[in-house]
């Protein structure tokens, strides 16, 4: 059994596979590149995946609008699965704030530099502290 953090990681490795599909105009039924991933069915893994692929323009227009300097189009494609996962996870989820923020964090120390890190901290951040409507 996974635990969420390891289940995250494999919610970016996806979402990371959807942006590559979708960029190169490649059909993908995303419960695929979920099952190539994880042998057991996971709600939490599907949910967010479904989640994070239907609130995509909101979630893209919420990084750019906290993106300094930056837009979400410009960052490689982990580093913006990793900051769909935690937009989605703050502003859609139960999730408690820091966790969802500390996950993030976590993954990005893992798969991205200092620089970006701090970037989708401050990001995160920001959303946290200024949407009123997020979930957590």
Not at 14 to 24: A, G, N
Not at 51 to 73: F, N, P, V
Not at 88 to 107: G, R
């Amino acid at each position: 059994m996974k635990n969420r953090s390891e289940l995250r990681e494999i919610i970016m490795k996806v979402i990371y596979q959807v942006y590559i599909f979708e960029k190169s105009n490649i059909p993908y039924d995303y419960h695929d590149l979920i099952k190539d991933l994880l042998e057991v069915d996971n709600e939490f893994v599907n949910s967010c995946v479904e989640g994070i692929i239907q609130h995509q323009k909101e979630i893209t227009r919420l990084a750019d609008q906290y993106l300094d300097g930056w837009k979400m189009s410009r960052l490689n494609k982990v580093d913006q699965a990793i900051i769909s996962l935690g937009i989605y996870e703050l502003k859609y989820t139960d999730t408690p704030s820091v966790v969802a923020i500390n996950e993030a964090i976590e993954l990005s120390k893992r798969y991205s530099d200092s620089k970006v890190t701090k970037m989708i901290n401050a990001v995160l951040d920001g959303i946290y502290h200024n949407e009123e409507d997020y979930a957590g």
